[in-house]
């Protein structure tokens, strides 16, 4: 029965209600709070199952960042093109994978470079999504690589900044909403890097108007 | 039948196009609408220094640093858009016999002639002999591995001493054991060998990364070196060297993102570009086993080799690399491999063949280990152990402190890469399904699926083998491969389960199923064949001369560490003691004309 999922070749877990129609794919970033996360994808979106797969790599980075990760960022702050594309296809086979398994496109939920992910497959596959929460996280800029040319058609997508500079949530926003998404992003309330408790609200009430819309 | 859940589904996201971004073009392929060596007379730089430096990994960065000094110009070309290269990935430990930490803060005295004989023995041990001349090497392979004993210490006490990074010995994890009553840190691979002398504390790391810390030592590296001045210009593919009418190498050519570029080196050029893991035709033709992958960047395609041997450098160690295993199914399926089984975890655990028999002590590290997979088999003609067979009980499945590592999943999570089955027979059967499945896919990385097909009688030979085993464990013995008899098998192997006071690298199989298994290929940290250098990183002709103005460290040129992986931190030790003495070496050369 998960053998749609195991395409992605992604260790995952399971959680939320058993007899769900429909689930959110939970993105965890490099530092998140998985459980906290898990929480804040069940307060969201209820009534779906959670898909929860660890990060691709195993990484030494640095002493806080000794562990899985999506990909390799440089220690000059660029997404390196290869280990993104490896995570970028493994996380795109498991969306397409929960969206054979429960006949329903999934919500992603992502948190640092979970969020990135997500973002990035909003501008790829988004007849494939039922919508993005991105915590934390801008659309990635991926030197040397262009996206290729989609329509978003009217994908909502909710952007909670983290310690991300202004320009590059505008930036964000601007080209999801150049390609249709229906972007919003939530007024900083200090609390998407840490994931607080502050969140759960606003993201279920989005959810609740934009995933039926 | 169930669905094949080892066949994709229709992606929209182009690998291929995110590959070409991070500079993954082979050496060859670039080289081939070039002139054979570029000709620098009568042409116009775009930009000049005293020292290229070309690579962006711990060898090049080393190189940068130590050619950096005294106002030494230097640049640094690098062939992916980010720095950081394989190193950036890595735990970040460095093999540094002799090192003043050990010396000075753990009172360990390391010295030469057993040490020297400990890495003559492990890098060639076919013709090692302790009574011969030599240790029975060769002269200049004797040499090299004595200047590193020389260098090494004194290399990382510069660097430490200049600010670059300090250093620290490497400290047991919570889960590991202690062995010989040494609590404090990891024994040596080799611990056990009468040559080693000095068997905890070579292995250092950066301070302040705990638990290795390859993107801390970059970063030591390269903000060093920037302050010093060097300059760092990425997506540069460096594809051919540049010489003068009397063949001295004064620059390089490369290719970029804004059209070719000539630069002009007026001392040397060092290269420090990683192996070739990542170019597939150069595996097969130069290893002497069969990989699968490796952790390698994509960029490591071996272009120093296509590029050197145009000048007529001697190529050596061609065969060899720093081996690890990989999951088999994670190796077909990524750019470069994900993660990689060092020690395996797991008591109840054995690892067997197409045949159902134990290969290998599956508590040897990974260097050691994976050369297992290499054995030939004259009367079949085959490599009966290409892909290995890790299987496991649902005790150490469900037990965290057992299951604490790579390749068992966390207790409660599902993994793809395990396949299980109530019985011995019924995992069998789902064994060679996933086989027959996996046959013949083409990896991203050129890595194709092996035709693997489990022996008649495999379930009731693994039955047997686990049978005989157990026998092993209750007696906390293995007769046949030693397992968990030197200390770093006992130390890396696993915690011991309560209520084992025997071997605690065994521990009898449950008596009933499900029993678990994870497919092992054999694949490299990175390969360390190329160029021969000599003990200053002068790249040699075939004459037995220095090409004059050219250098090499790292996974770029020919180890001196032969066929070895002497400890935790035998890549990066003897890539930063010689990338850093290239580095001083070339910023002291002669200028050329061009």
Request: glycine share 12%.
């Given at each position: 029965?998960?053998?749609?999922?195991?395409?992605?070749?992604?260790?995952?877990?399971?959680?939320?209600?058993?007899?769900?129609?429909?689930?959110?794919?939970?993105?965890?970033?490099?530092?998140?709070?998985?459980?906290?996360?898990?929480?804040?994808?069940?307060?969201?979106?209820?009534?779906?199952?959670?898909?929860?797969?660890?990060?691709?790599?195993?990484?030494?980075?640095?002493?806080?960042?000794?562990?899985?990760?999506?990909?390799?960022?440089?220690?000059?702050?660029?997404?390196?093109?290869?280990?993104?594309?490896?995570?970028?296809?493994?996380?795109?086979?498991?969306?397409?994978?929960?969206?054979?398994?429960?006949?329903?496109?999934?919500?992603?939920?992502?948190?640092?470079?979970?969020?990135?992910?997500?973002?990035?497959?909003?501008?790829?596959?988004?007849?494939?999504?039922?919508?993005?929460?991105?915590?934390?996280?801008?659309?990635?800029?991926?030197?040397?690589?262009?996206?290729?040319?989609?329509?978003?058609?009217?994908?909502?997508?909710?952007?909670?900044?983290?310690?991300?500079?202004?320009?590059?949530?505008?930036?964000?926003?601007?080209?999801?909403?150049?390609?249709?998404?229906?972007?919003?992003?939530?007024?900083?309330?200090?609390?998407?890097?840490?994931?607080?408790?502050?969140?759960?609200?606003?993201?279920?009430?989005?959810?609740?108007?934009?995933?039926?819309? | 039948?169930?669905?094949?859940?080892?066949?994709?589904?229709?992606?929209?996201?182009?690998?291929?196009?995110?590959?070409?971004?991070?500079?993954?073009?082979?050496?060859?392929?670039?080289?081939?609408?070039?002139?054979?060596?570029?000709?620098?007379?009568?042409?116009?730089?775009?930009?000049?220094?005293?020292?290229?430096?070309?690579?962006?990994?711990?060898?090049?960065?080393?190189?940068?640093?130590?050619?950096?000094?005294?106002?030494?110009?230097?640049?640094?070309?690098?062939?992916?858009?980010?720095?950081?290269?394989?190193?950036?990935?890595?735990?970040?430990?460095?093999?540094?016999?002799n090192n003043h930490v050990m010396r000075r803060e753990h009172g360990i005295?390391?010295?030469?002639?057993?040490?020297?004989?400990?890495?003559?023995?492990?890098?060639?041990?076919?013709?090692?002999?302790?009574?011969?001349?030599?240790?029975?090497?060769?002269?200049?392979?004797?040499?090299?591995?004595?200047?590193?004993?020389?260098?090494?210490p004194?290399?990382?006490e510069?660097?430490e001493?200049?600010?670059?990074?300090?250093s620290?010995i490497?400290?047991?994890?919570?889960?590991?054991?202690?062995?010989?009553?040494?609590?404090?840190?990891?024994?040596?691979?080799?611990?056990?060998?009468?040559?080693?002398?000095?068997?905890?504390g070579?292995?250092?790391?950066?301070?302040?990364?705990?638990?290795?810390?390859?993107?801390?030592?970059?970063?030591?590296?390269?903000?060093?070196?920037?302050?010093?001045?060097?300059?760092?210009?990425?997506?540069?593919?460096?594809?051919?060297?540049?010489?003068?009418?009397?063949?001295?190498?004064?620059?390089?050519?490369?290719?970029?993102?804004?059209?070719?570029?000539?630069?002009?080196?007026?001392?040397?050029?060092?290269?420090?570009?990683?192996?070739?893991?990542?170019?597939?035709?150069?595996?097969?033709?130069?290893?002497?086993?069969?990989?699968?992958?490796?952790?390698?960047?994509?960029?490591?395609?071996?272009?120093?080799?296509?590029?050197?041997?145009?000048?007529?450098?001697?190529?050596?160690?061609?065969?060899?690399?720093?081996?690890?295993?990989?999951?088999?199914?994670?190796?077909?399926?990524?750019?470069?491999?994900?993660?990689?089984?060092?020690?395996?975890?797991?008591?109840?655990?054995?690892?067997?063949?197409?045949?159902?028999?134990?290969?290998?002590?599956?508590?040897?590290?990974?260097?050691?280990?994976?050369?297992?997979?290499?054995?030939?088999?004259?009367?079949?003609?085959?490599?009966?152990?290409?892909?290995?067979?890790?299987?496991?009980?649902?005790?150490?499945?469900?037990?965290?402190?057992?299951?604490?590592?790579?390749?068992?999943?966390?207790?409660?999570?599902?993994?793809?890469?395990?396949?299980?089955?109530?019985?011995?027979?019924?995992?069998?059967?789902?064994?060679?399904?996933?086989?027959?499945?996996?046959?013949?896919?083409?990896?991203?990385?050129?890595?194709?699926?092996?035709?693997?097909?489990?022996?008649?009688?495999?379930?009731?030979?693994?039955?047997?083998?686990?049978?005989?085993?157990?026998?092993?464990?209750?007696?906390?013995?293995?007769?046949?491969?030693?397992?968990?008899?030197?200390?770093?098998?006992?130390?890396?192997?696993?915690?011991?389960?309560?209520?084992?006071?025997?071997?605690?690298?065994?521990?009898?199989?449950?008596?009933?199923?499900?029993?678990?298994?994870?497919?092992?290929?054999?694949?490299?940290?990175?390969?360390?064949?190329?160029?021969?250098?000599?003990?200053?990183?002068?790249?040699?002709?075939?004459?037995?001369?220095?090409?004059?103005?050219?250098?090499?460290?790292?996974?770029?040129?020919?180890?001196?560490?032969?066929?070895?992986?002497?400890?935790?931190?035998?890549?990066?030790?003897?890539?930063?003691?010689?990338?850093?003495?290239?580095?001083?070496?070339?910023?002291?050369?002669?200028?050329?004309?061009?």
């Amino acid at each position: 029965m998960e053998a749609a999922l195991d395409r992605a070749g992604l260790i995952y877990g399971l959680a939320g209600p058993a007899d769900a129609t429909a689930a959110a794919v939970v993105l965890q970033g490099t530092a998140t709070d998985v459980e906290r996360l898990t929480a804040l994808a069940g307060a969201t979106a209820p009534a779906r199952a959670l898909v929860v797969p660890d990060p691709l790599r195993f990484l030494y980075l640095s002493r806080s960042h000794v562990g899985r990760r999506w990909f390799v960022r440089s220690i000059d702050g660029e997404t390196e093109p290869a280990t993104f594309g490896d995570a970028l296809y493994a996380v795109e086979q498991l969306t397409l994978g929960a969206h054979e398994r429960w006949s329903e496109p999934p919500l992603l939920v992502g948190h640092g470079q979970g969020g990135e992910l997500a973002l990035a497959l909003a501008a790829i596959v988004p007849e494939r999504l039922a919508g993005v929460v991105a915590l934390d996280a801008t659309l990635p800029v991926v030197p040397g690589w262009e996206r290729p040319a989609c329509d978003a058609g009217g994908l909502p997508v909710i952007v909670l900044p983290g310690a991300h500079e202004t320009a590059a949530i505008e930036r964000t926003r601007a080209e999801l909403a150049a390609i249709g998404a229906r972007v919003t992003v939530a007024p900083s309330h200090g609390q998407a890097e840490a994931l607080g408790p502050a969140l759960d609200e606003p993201l279920a009430s989005w959810w609740a108007a934009a995933g039926s819309g | 039948m169930a669905a094949d859940t080892t066949q994709p589904l229709d992606s929209k996201v182009s690998r291929r196009s995110l590959l070409a971004a991070a500079g993954a073009v082979a050496g060859g392929a670039a080289l081939a609408g070039a002139p054979r060596v570029a000709r620098a007379a009568g042409r116009s730089f775009d930009a000049e220094a005293d020292v290229i430096v070309v690579g962006g990994g711990g060898a090049a960065f080393a190189a940068a640093v130590g050619a950096a000094q005294g106002g030494t110009r230097v640049l640094v070309l690098e062939k992916a858009a980010a720095i950081g290269g394989t190193t950036a990935r890595s735990g970040g430990a460095y093999w540094i016999p002799n090192n003043h930490v050990m010396r000075r803060e753990h009172g360990i005295r390391d010295p030469k002639d057993p040490a020297v004989a400990l890495m003559a023995r492990l890098a060639f041990p076919s013709v090692y002999d302790p009574e011969a001349p030599f240790n029975g090497l060769d002269q200049f392979s004797h040499e090299l591995i004595s200047s590193f004993y020389d260098l090494a210490p004194v290399v990382i006490e510069r660097m430490e001493r200049a600010g670059v990074f300090r250093s620290e010995i490497a400290a047991l994890l919570p889960t590991q054991n202690a062995t010989d009553g040494i609590d404090w840190t990891h024994p040596e691979y080799h611990a056990e060998l009468p040559e080693n002398k000095a068997p905890y504390g070579r292995t250092l790391h950066p301070v302040g990364s705990e638990g290795g810390g390859g993107g801390s030592l970059m970063t030591g590296l390269a903000t060093f070196a920037r302050r010093q001045g060097v300059r760092v210009l990425t997506n540069q593919h460096v594809v051919q060297i540049a010489t003068n009418s009397k063949g001295e190498v004064v620059g390089v050519q490369a290719q970029t993102p804004d059209g070719e570029r000539l630069y002009r080196a007026k001392r040397a050029v060092v290269f420090g570009t990683g192996g070739f893991t990542q170019d597939r035709s150069k595996v097969m033709n130069y290893l002497r086993g069969p990989i699968f992958g490796g952790c390698a960047v994509p960029t490591n395609t071996g272009d120093f080799i296509d590029m050197a041997t145009q000048l007529g450098a001697r190529l050596g160690n061609m065969r060899n690399g720093f081996f690890v295993q990989h999951v088999l199914e994670q190796a077909l399926s990524n750019s470069s491999v994900v993660d990689d089984l060092w020690i395996p975890p797991g008591d109840a655990m054995v690892m067997v063949n197409r045949y159902g028999v134990r290969v290998a002590s599956e508590k040897t590290p990974y260097n050691e280990h994976t050369q297992s997979h290499f054995v030939w088999d004259t009367t079949r003609s085959e490599y009966p152990n290409l892909v290995q067979f890790f299987v496991y009980d649902d005790v150490v499945a469900n037990d965290p402190m057992q299951a604490y590592g790579m390749p068992i999943p966390a207790p409660g999570r599902r993994s793809p890469f395990v396949i299980s089955g109530q019985t011995i027979p019924e995992l069998a059967s789902n064994i060679q399904q996933r086989l027959d499945r996996l046959r013949g896919r083409v990896a991203v990385n050129g890595a194709i699926g092996p035709d693997v097909k489990l022996a008649d009688g495999f379930a009731d030979n693994l039955a047997r083998t686990i049978e005989r085993f157990n026998s092993y464990a209750r007696d906390g013995r293995d007769p046949e491969f030693g397992r968990g008899s030197t200390p770093i098998q006992v130390s890396w192997g696993g915690p011991r389960r309560r209520g084992n006071d025997k071997n605690p690298s065994m521990y009898p199989f449950a008596g009933s199923g499900p029993y678990h298994c994870i497919l092992i290929g054999g694949g490299t940290l990175d390969t360390n064949g190329g160029p021969v250098v000599d003990a200053n990183g002068r790249v040699l002709h075939v004459s037995g001369q220095p090409i004059r103005g050219l250098y090499g460290a790292g996974n770029c040129v020919a180890s001196v560490a032969g066929q070895a992986y002497w400890s935790a931190g035998g890549t990066l030790g003897p890539g930063i003691t010689n990338g850093f003495t290239a580095g001083e070496n070339a910023a002291g050369e002669a200028e050329k004309e061009v």
